[in-house]
């Protein structure tokens, strides 16, 4: 890897670095809050690189869970993962070694990021695509220790309140990536059945018919199975049966919420788990959550991918992407002041500025300040 590859790595993941410390750093404080010690939060982000997925099992391990309810919850919250494998194949082809430091690492912010840019003229993929991964990866580590380790002190001088708002940084990463896929794909069906169903699963989940966890991987299913109806030609399976399938696992999901089987639905112990459980806890998850990303490419390494693959390239991506978009507002209230302003603000300054400059990073950054500045004003 030459110095170029690596600049180039670092300025193309720089919202990421703003936005994984920013959410990092809570995490780290949950675990210190539950009753491990700072290291543990270093240790569940080498071994169990997931966002969401740490977040959950912070609290699972504070509540005393066993390690079989951890595991299972683990591979539904991120079992979306293996769709992300599907549309990089043909985009990580030929790389070596570097395929596996990808496949690790993964994320829903990684993923965007590999699917919105091109290789640089003259740069090896593989070094240029796990460099992006590697520098994703450190940057949530960091965020995490900053939270075990300093959150209190940056409470105690009242500090960790300029740290508000940076996270949006990766909603605008997300949109700009979304409108440089439809602009070069001019096709506005994927994204628009992505905000479709990503919108129907955040309403059950406000409903508490469905677990916060399950939005994404809900919406995928859905989402999937609209395209493939609206855009799909399947031999000798007939097109219902898919939509009858997603809709079998999204009645599955709402009923294991409804019957008080779902992520929230964990008993609350006295004590969290201990100790050695929770680090076998966290490798046992690890691993979980690696298979699953790696699954798409340990299928199709050694043979072409068949047509469906190309199918997932073509529309996928932009449907993910504008999921992950809808998602971002899953906490934001629209019936209580500020009724998401500063949010939808932000997402069309996004826009305006990427239309304007041409330039990821000032949209990006332009966007999040003016978010930040929202949000401190109302």
Known sequence: MNHYVLRQCCKITTPIFFG??????????????????????????????????QYIAAGLLGAGAALAEIAITEFFVNIRHIVYGLSLIRKTKGIGWWKQVVVYTLTDETYAILTGISVPKNVAPGPFLGTIGILDHLYWILGGVIGAVAYNVLEHYNLSQYLDGVDFALTSLFVIILFGQISASRDVLPPLVGAGVALIALVLSKCHLLASSNIIFLSIILGVACIVLARGKIKAVPLFFVLAVALVICGALIAMEVCGIGVRSVASASQHTPLPFALLASLVSGLIIYLERLFPFALFSRKDPPPVIRFIEKYIPSMVIAILVVYSFKDVSLVLFPWGIPNFAGVIAAVLLHIIFKNSMVSIFGSTTLFMILQRLM
Do not use: D, Q
């Not at 959410?23 to 969401?52: K, N, Q």
């Open 20 to 53: 994984y410390i920013a959410i990092g750093i809570p995490f780290g404080l949950m675990i210190v809050r539950a009753g491990y010690p700072w290291w543990m939060s270093l240790f569940m982000g080498v071994t169990m690189y997931s966002g969401a997925g």
